[in-house]
C-alpha cells in the first residue's frame, strides 16, 4: 500500500512513516523535496489521487474557539468533513514532549504560572501506533479521541517534568490561568466517553528522559 504523510517530518509523521516502512508499506513524507508543496498546492492533488484522508487534530478544537490555533483546526476538520473522500479524524490531547511550551508560554523569572485545569497528555508513541492502525483500516468517516492513561492537572505535569530535569523553577497554580491565551476549565482538554487511551504513563515517558 502507497500512503502519503503530509507534514511526515515532524515529531508524529516521521515515526508514521517510519512505522508504516517497517510493515512493508510505501510511505512517502510529502514535502517541498519530494515535489509536494502545501502552501502552494503544487504536486498535492497528484500524490493524493485516490487517496482516503486520515487527519490528526487536537482534542478540544471545538471547545476553544477563542484561540487562533483551535480555530483553524477546526476549520481543518469541517473542510475534510465537506469533501467527498472518505475520512477519519483522530483528535488527541497533548503530547507529553508539549510541556516544555506549555511551561515557556507560562515562565516569569524563576516562576512558572500555569492554569490547574486538568488535562491527560499522550505519548507520541502511543499516537503514532493509533494513526497507523486507522491508516491501514476502512475509514470511518467519524472523529474519534486518543489520550494519556493519566488525568493530571497542567501544574502538576510542569512540575513532575521540571522535578525530573532537576529544575528548581516554582510552578505557580492559577485555577484561572490562561492557556495560549484561551480560558480554560477541567473539561476543556480532556477525552470524552469511548475515547482510545494509550498505555504509556507520564512517569514511563519521564523514566525515558533520565535514561537519554
Do not use: C
Request: charged content about 20%.
Amino acid at each position: 500500500m502507497k500512503i502519503v504523510v503530509i507534514g511526515g517530518t515532524g515529531l508524529i509523521g516521521s515515526r508514521v512513516v517510519s512505522g508504516l516502512k517497517a510493515l512493508g508499506h510505501e510511505a512517502v513524507a510529502a514535502s517541498p523535496n519530494t515535489g509536494v508543496n502545501t502552501l502552494t498546492g503544487q504536486g498535492l492533488a497528484e500524490v493524493l489521487a485516490g487517496a482516503d484522508h486520515v487527519a490528526l487534530s487536537v482534542v478540544g478544537t471545538d471547545r476553544l474557539t477563542s484561540s487562533g490555533y483551535f480555530r483553524a483546526k477546526l476549520a481543518q476538520e469541517a473542510l475534510i468533513k465537506a469533501s467527498p473522500t472518505p475520512w477519519t479524524i483522530l483528535r488527541s490531547t497533548q503530547f507529553f514532549p508539549f510541556v516544555a511550551g506549555i511551561i515557556q508560554s507560562g515562565s516569569v523569572g524563576d516562576e512558572v504560572h500555569l492554569s490547574s485545569a486538568m488535562v491527560q497528555p499522550v505519548a507520541a508513541e502511543d499516537v503514532v501506533e493509533a494513526l497507523i492502525e486507522l491508516v491501514l483500516a476502512a475509514p470511518l468517516n467519524d472523529t474519534i479521541e486518543i489520550a494519556g492513561p493519566e488525568p493530571i492537572r497542567m501544574d502538576a505535569f510542569a512540575r513532575e517534568y521540571l522535578a525530573a530535569q532537576e529544575d528548581r523553577r516554582t510552578v505557580v497554580a492559577e485555577p484561572e490561568g490562561l492557556y495560549f491565551g484561551s480560558v480554560i476549565d477541567d473539561g476543556s482538554l480532556t477525552p470524552g466517553p469511548g475515547s482510545r487511551i494509550g498505555r504509556i504513563t507520564l512517569e514511563d515517558w519521564l523514566r525515558t528522559l533520565s535514561a537519554d
